[in-house]
């Protein structure tokens, strides 16, 4: 998922389904060195990292469209 997001400090709420719902929740602050946020599920929850790196075959990913 692409979102561009402002600068700021933004809170993931992420969910992952699985054979049990794992939720976790990570604070990121957005700024003009933050160009890339990776959100992964591990064994027991969900990991989140700043990364700066764009994913192998990044040309096959989509813009998510703007929901205000």
Do not use: C, W
């Not at 709420?13 to 003009?32: A, G, I, K, Q, T």
């Not at 060195?33 to 700043?50: A, F, G």
């Amino acid at each position: 998922m692409i979102i561009d997001l402002s600068n700021g400090i933004y809170e993931f709420n992420v969910l992952h389904l699985d054979m049990v719902n794992m939720r976790s929740n990570h604070s990121v602050s957005v700024n003009e060195n933050t160009k890339v946020i990776r959100i992964e599920p591990t064994i027991t929850s969900n990991k989140l990292t700043v990364t700066n790196v764009l994913p192998q075959n990044f040309e096959k990913y989509n813009n998510r469209a703007n929901r205000k």
